[in-house]
């Protein structure tokens, strides 16, 4: 017979003692428990102890949470969150460096746990780490000189600490002093400084702006961006990436009248091609948060243009009529004919000539035009700056469109106006940036018009798709249709520059288009079909299988993975594998990294895996939580895992890359029985099962395959008709 829900079989370890079994029953109060607990080990004063979590995230057990508690889980009995805050606020405090640097390092681990953060700001231990911060370099300047180190982990320690409690949100920003931002943004402003304090200072930096506009002013006096590019010269992406989300920050919060004034100081300190250089052209591959970072800032550029975007012209406004006149002098200026010779009908008649010629609506006052909104002024912008920075390509598209019939010329003029409301739609330009997305295009960080280059190759292709598709006037909205999804095409496939772009471009002509289309349109129609469907359920186990095999045997070839410490990266290897009959994994130390294959014989250490109890990737690995989250390279959080094993060992891997990482965490997940669940998974199984589909399926081209089974014909009424071969 089953045990009832409600009842929950764990261990509780207690130091010192042998751990017990336990069966919690959830419908008690949790200090009930606690009591029972406390009794079995006759410990008294119950009220002060907790029930923890024994993995590597420590969380406390609470009447909240108490319900995640599953069937063999590790807790252990520790004093509670109350008693340890009180504990560690004192020790703080304390006048040995020793005691004080060990307690901020367990406050900094602790404090991800938001029944401690309650707990410790409870005791105003907010204030307090604002006041060590606040007095703390003066207090220890001497220290610092002679203990450098020490003094960096006693600053990193407590920034961590601070941005860990703040994150849950129970205290407001708004309640920090001017001092306080002062003294963060010195670390910013420095030179030499510590990375890992330079890297939390940045941070609470950019949460302050975010979280208070009055904070937004008062960081926006002490920092500004001449004092932030020199992070973004460095090496360190984490460095970087914190930079660009202060320069995010503070663009995002900067009131619009200031919005074009900073986009001005940031183009005077080259930031576009600084970032291009030493991040998006630099050796090591951009991560996530770099590339969200990167597409914000991608996306609040963009959004400069929104004014433009947004602001009718005027056709009573003289100088906005000149940009319109510079464009008929630009293309016609052969044609051109001075003001005072003809009649003034004979000069409005030319002119109404000269503007259908450049394929605006409205032929006697083009202005008119413009007055749509969006794309309004931008759009007389990008056809102005096409003009006058590719002026053979404006006079040669011009010309070639007034020598063609009326119903077969492209309207230069209407398909500008167009294609630039397109352009908008397609960056999104005035629409806040999503807090999830990472589409950044490198492409964009190559020019300092980048937009205007982007219309100005997008226009050329618009002219000419309209010749491949022999497009009439009425015919205009199809070819828009087809340009739209030559850029986006094009865009997925992230160039490297605008004339990569320019290059993807000419790949996908009109003909290709119809191509992609009708290969598109025939792979929809055949596997969206029920018996298609029904196919492809029955083959994904098979390979599954398949993968789960190919994962089991890179695992019995093994890998070398390099030992990396807290502090530097150091050229010490060691190797794992899995024993052909997967029963154990073999690993050791190398001296050097194997150039073949590594015997088995030379690793001396095993684990067989069917003491492996768990396996555990990025941040609740244990080798990642010994510094605090912010501690280590985002990089490295993505390519960690640790096997664990008995109670409380654990065997910590950093993956060489990506690859390897989704090989050894599928592995041995389907060692344990478990899903896989990696991109590399994912991904293997849209291939091999697209590939399998498509086997299955080739003699069967060109046939109609059914909705629904033939149906089955009635049984006969006698059998008189089989032959009896007896």
């Not at 004063?45 to 979590?53: D, G, S, T, V």
């Not at 307690?103 to 029944?115: E, G, M």
């Not at 370099?137 to 610092?144: A, C, I, S, V």
């Not at 083009?366 to 700056?385: R, S």
Request: hydrophobic share 35%; glycine share 4%.
């Amino acid at each position: 017979m089953p045990p009832p829900a409600d009842i929950v079989k764990v261990a509780i370890e207690w130091p010192g003692a042998f751990p017990k079994l336990m069966e919690i029953d959830q419908k008690k109060p949790l200090s009930a428990i606690i009591k029972e607990v406390c009794e079995g080990w006759s410990l008294g004063n119950h009220e002060n102890f907790a029930l923890q979590n024994a993995d590597v995230t420590n969380f406390y057990i609470t009447e909240k949470n108490r319900n995640d508690i599953k069937n063999g889980s590790i807790l252990r009995l520790t004093t509670s969150p109350s008693q340890r805050a009180a504990l560690l606020h004192e020790q703080i405090q304390s006048s040995s460096m020793d005691v004080k640097l060990e307690a901020l390092k367990d406050l900094a681990n602790s404090s991800r746990d938001i029944t401690f953060a309650q707990e410790f700001i409870n005791l105003d231990g907010i204030s307090l780490l604002t006041q060590m911060v606040e007095s703390g370099t003066e207090r220890y300047q001497k220290l610092q000189k002679i203990m450098k180190p020490c003094f960096g982990d006693l600053l990193s320690f407590t920034l961590t600490a601070f941005v860990e409690l703040m994150d849950h949100g129970i205290v407001s920003w708004d309640t920090f002093s001017v001092a306080f931002i002062k003294k963060i943004a010195s670390y910013v402003n420095k030179s030499a400084m510590d990375t890992a304090v330079l890297q939390r200072s940045l941070a609470i930096l950019e949460s302050m702006v975010l979280n208070s506009q009055d904070l937004y002013q008062k960081v926006a006096q002490e920092i500004t961006i001449g004092q932030l590019i020199p992070h973004l010269q460095g090496t360190d992406q984490d460095i970087q990436t914190y930079t660009i989300a202060v320069i995010n920050a503070l663009f995002l919060k900067a009131p619009e009248e200031k919005r074009q004034e900073m986009a001005h100081i940031l183009a005077q300190k080259q930031l576009r091609s600084i970032i291009l250089s030493n991040v998006i052209r630099s050796t090591k591959p951009i991560n996530d948060e770099m590339a969200h970072q990167l597409y914000v800032l991608q996306v609040l550029t963009f959004n400069l243009l929104e004014d433009r975007m947004m602001t009718k012209m005027d056709p009573q406004d003289q100088a906005q009529r000149d940009i319109i006149f510079e464009l008929r002098r630009i293309a016609f200026d052969v044609e051109c004919e001075p003001n005072n010779s003809g009649s003034i009908e004979k000069r409005k008649s030319m002119y109404t000539r000269d503007y259908k010629k450049l394929g605006f609506i409205n032929h006697v006052n083009p202005a008119v035009d413009f007055t749509q909104i969006p794309p309004g002024m931008l759009a007389l912008d990008n056809m102005l700056y096409f003009a006058r920075h590719h002026q053979d390509a404006y006079i040669r598209i011009v010309l070639e469109n007034s020598s063609r019939e009326d119903k077969h010329e492209c309207p230069f003029g209407r398909s500008s106006i167009e294609l630039t409301k397109m352009l908008c739609e397609i960056l999104k330009v005035g629409e806040l940036p999503s807090e999830n997305c990472h589409d950044f295009h490198p492409m964009f960080f190559t020019h300092d018009r980048s937009f205007e280059e982007f219309f100005c190759i997008c226009i050329q292709l618009l002219n000419k798709t309209w010749k491949e598709m022999r497009a009439t006037s009425e015919d205009f909205n199809k070819v828009m249709q087809v340009v739209r999804e030559q850029i986006m095409r094009a865009l997925t496939l992230k160039p490297n520059s605008l004339d990569q772009f320019k290059s993807r471009l000419q790949n996908l002509s009109y003909t290709e288009i119809l191509k992609i289309r009708q290969s598109e349109r025939m792979n929809q129609e055949d596997f969206q079909s029920r018996p298609i469907l029904e196919l492809r359920e029955k083959i994904q186990p098979e390979i599954m299988e398949l993968i789960k095999q190919q994962r089991l045997n890179r695992l019995c070839e093994g890998t070398c993975f390099r030992k990396i410490s807290s502090r530097r990266r150091q050229d010490k290897f060691w190797y794992c594998r899995l024993s052909p009959n997967h029963k154990v994994l073999h690993y050791g130390d190398l001296e050097e990294s194997p150039q073949g294959e590594v015997p088995h014989d030379s690793l001396q250490d095993k684990l067989p895996v069917a003491d492996i109890k768990a396996v555990v990737t990025g941040k609740d690995c244990p080798h990642m939580k010994e510094k605090g989250a912010l501690k280590q390279n985002k990089e490295v959080l993505e390519l960690a895992f640790s096997v664990l094993y008995e109670s409380d060992e654990y065997l910590n891997f950093i993956a060489p890359d990506k690859h390897e990482y989704c090989v050894w965490t599928d592995g041995l997940n389907a060692l344990l029985g478990k899903e896989m669940t990696s991109d590399c998974t994912k991904s293997d199984m849209d291939t091999l099962l697209s590939m399998e589909m498509k086997l299955r399926l080739l003699d069967l081209e060109n046939i109609q395959i059914p909705e629904a089974p033939p149906p089955i014909s009635k049984e006969p009424s006698n059998y008189d008709f089989v032959y009896d071969c007896n």
